[in-house]
T-cell receptor, first 116, second 114 residues
């Protein structure tokens, strides 16, 4: 069975400082992993995805994530936070198998707060 | 422009009054699904469809119905809505989810049942 744990429900950083949003996953197969972002009262936008190629994945808006199989983690980072990064971030896993009905499993979300 | 279109964006209704939320995609995707989003729970899958006339239950199907008569459309039906179905709903489509191709999401439908 697959599962996703986002370790922090809220993360608060000052503008210009690094961002770290933590995600651990569990999957029986080789998973695909995604980060989505949801700005207030907006839809869901894909930030980046890992699909068994390079373990360091670069996404939009300066975000990146590193797949660490030994730690079953897929943490999201950004070197310097911007006010426009304030949003809720979701870590998502899928093993892409018919056994799981190709289902995307979502973490509970992490709200990123940016202090001026 | 590739997109998933949901309607309506906002809906307030009364308990027991049947309603339908429409979803349409223009990317010729086989896989479509409905999710509900509740605070602290992320997104939970309600129903999904692998292709036309093929639908199946997700994690939280109780109180919902779907149909897939055409590839592009995947409406969500609440036959007798109840207050615990107050939520934010998202429709999504993809080629084969979780294998590289991303899921594309509609803008969401905020439903309030009073």
């Amino acid at each position: 069975a697959q599962s996703v744990t986002q370790l922090d429900s809220h993360v608060s950083v000052s503008e210009g400082t690094p961002v770290l949003l933590r995600c651990n996953y569990s999957s029986s197969y080789s998973p695909s992993l995604f980060w989505y972002v949801q700005h207030p009262n907006k839809g869901l936008q894909l930030l980046l995805k890992y699909t068994s190629a390079a373990t360091l994945v670069k996404g939009i808006n300066g975000f990146e994530a590193e797949f660490k199989k030994s730690e079953t983690s897929f943490h999201l980072t950004k070197p310097s936070a911007h006010m426009s990064d304030a949003a809720e971030y979701f870590c998502v896993v899928s093993d892409g198998s018919v056994d799981s009905n190709y289902q995307l499993i979502w973490g509970a979300g992490t709200k990123l707060i940016i202090k001026p | 422009e590739a997109q998933v279109t949901q309607n309506p964006r906002y809906l307030i209704t009364v308990t027991g009054k049947k309603l339908t939320v429409t979803c349409s995609q223009n990317m010729n995707h086989e896989y479509m699904s409905w999710y509900r989003q509740d605070p602290g729970l992320g997104l939970r899958q309600i129903y999904y469809s692998m292709n036309v006339e093929v639908t199946d239950k997700g994690d939280v199907p109780e109180g919902y119905k779907v149909s897939r008569k055409e590839k592009r459309n995947f409406p969500l039906i609440l036959e007798s809505p109840s207050p615990n179905q107050t939520s934010l709903y998202f429709c999504a489509s993809s080629k084969i989810p979780g294998q590289g191709p991303e899921a594309f999401f509609g803008q969401g439908t905020r439903l309030t049942v009073v």
